[in-house]
């Protein structure tokens, strides 16, 4: 019977560590000062006339090591940014508001950000990681259809 205990604790070592060792080897998103430009193209989704074309692009260089602490410093941005249950929310953007409780809505996606196509979606602002050459898209939307 003590046989059994210990191979079956030495199984779940072996697991462990091959966890521990499989997660050490993958690549991590980190976070780093330093210069990057980064693109941002905004849009008005909630008029029809304006819908398919930015009404702004902007190219920005900056030293932010995040998305939210991008568009808290950024003031060319013109981004309204407060702290929400999850973290960082995006309520203004470029005199566009959006309206949590009825919409509309700022949505944001990104081509080529690593953290943005590693989770198939961007992430919340405070865990988009940013580097050289990023380029987003943010979007006032009325409905998520």
Not at 62 to 84: H, R
Not at 86 to 105: A, F, R, V
Not at 125 to 137: A, I, N, P, S, T
Request: hydrophobic share 40%; net charge negative.
């Amino acid at each position: 019977m003590k046989k059994k205990v210990w191979y079956v604790l030495g199984a779940v070592l072996l697991i462990a560590l091959g966890v521990w060792g499989i997660g050490a080897l993958l690549p991590h998103q980190e976070a780093s000062a330093g210069e990057k430009s980064i693109t941002i193209d905004i849009y008005d989704k909630t008029d029809a006339q304006k819908a398919n074309k930015a009404i702004v692009t902007l190219h920005e260089d900056t030293d932010a090591k995040t998305l939210s602490e991008f568009m808290k410093e950024e003031k060319d941005v013109k981004a309204v940014v407060e702290q929400g249950e999850y973290g960082s929310l995006l309520t203004e953007i470029y005199g566009l508001k959006q309206d949590m409780e009825k919409g509309p809505w700022l949505v944001y996606d990104s081509d080529n950000n690593a953290s943005c196509l590693e989770a198939g979606m961007c992430p919340a602002m405070d865990e988009v990681v940013l580097k050289d050459g990023d380029h987003f898209r943010v979007e006032l939307i009325s409905s998520f259809e």
